[in-house]
């Protein structure tokens, strides 16, 4: 199956053939999953894994269940060709890249939902979305069975659905959180941002910009946690987003919080113009 020179596995059994391979050679295996469309946030998840697995598979599969019906799914970025040679360039031992009908063949009933964690911020906002990511990164990790799997920060609500997921039912696979790789602006990257005009990438930073001015805001005064938010808010209209949510939440399991006395996250999304952005930092109680 090499393609130019990178083993790619289209069907689950030649992926297990391969971990199963290695495993038997008391080898470490790290599963790197992404929608393709390739960039250094990507690569960085690659680079994790090898600092800790003696081999990395990395999966390419745009998963038509978390698109919702009025997103991207047919316009999503799709270049296998330049991805395979970033994986190859990045040193991944093989890449599962399966079709649709091989992951979800005919007949295919089963949806994986985690409540709590997956209901609010970017689950309220897509209704689905969660349900589709915890379904494929379930059905991956099962696939592949690795030893750790590697999620950006980037997607932070994500990231903990994921750990939720694989610990409700028992997955036996450490999932690894990997902190946001950003443009020099402070952008971080993202496969939409190709959408984004030229004079929207000049006002994209602001979002980053005014995350960072929330939470020093929210540091220096944490008894005004709301004011601070709206202020928030108010700052991204200005600079021209439409933001669907600024909210601050417990780091470790996303619930509101009223007082800045454990460590939190500050999470966005927002839309600029047409494309829909998301960002969050930590933020730690003095
Ligand atoms: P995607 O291809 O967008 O589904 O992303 C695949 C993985 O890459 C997910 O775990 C993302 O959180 C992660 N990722 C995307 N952008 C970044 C970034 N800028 N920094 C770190 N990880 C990222």
Redesign the pocket.
């Known amino acids: 199956m090499p393609t130019r020179d990178i083993a790619v596995a289209r069907t689950v059994a030649a992926l297990r053939e391969a971990v199963a391979a290695w495993r038997g050679r008391q080898e470490r295996v790290g599963l790197?999953?992404?929608?393709?469309?390739?960039?250094?946030?990507?690569l960085?998840?690659v680079e994790a894994a090898h600092r800790q697995c003696q081999r990395v598979v990395a999966s390419l599969f745009v998963n038509p269940k978390q698109f919702g019906p009025r997103e991207d799914f047919t316009a999503y970025p799709r270049d296998e060709a330049a991805d395979l040679a970033k994986f190859r360039q990045g040193g991944v031992d093989l890449v599962f890249a399966p079709t649709v009908a091989e992951m979800y063949p005919g007949g295919f009933a089963t949806t994986v939902q985690v409540g709590g964690i997956g209901d609010a911020l970017e689950g309220a906002h897509r209704p689905g979305h969660f349900d589709g990511v915890a379904t494929v990164v379930s059905k991956l990790l099962l696939q592949c069975l690795p030893d750790a799997a590697?999620?950006?920060?980037?997607?932070y609500q994500?990231?903990l659905v994921v750990r939720r997921m694989a610990r409700d039912l028992d997955i036996p696979v450490r999932i690894e959180g990997?902190?946001?790789?950003?443009e020099p602006d402070g952008l971080?990257?993202?496969?939409r941002n190709v959408y984004l005009s030229p004079e929207e990438r000049q006002v994209a930073p602001s979002l980053y910009r005014v995350l960072n001015d929330t939470a020093a805001a929210i540091g220096a005064a944490p008894a005004s946690i709301a004011t601070n938010l709206d202020k928030g808010l108010a700052a991204l209209r200005q600079a021209g987003f439409v933001p669907d949510y600024l909210e601050l939440r417990d780091a470790a399991d996303l619930s509101p919080m009223s007082a800045l006395d454990h460590p939190a996250r500050l999470l966005t999304a927002a839309l600029l113009g047409r494309t829909r952005l998301i960002d969050n930092i930590p933020v730690m109680p003095r």
């Open positions: 790197v999953p992404t929608m393709g469309a390739l960039h250094r946030g990507h960085a998840l590697y999620f950006g920060e980037k997607d994500q990231l990997v902190p946001t790789v950003r971080a990257l993202s496969s």
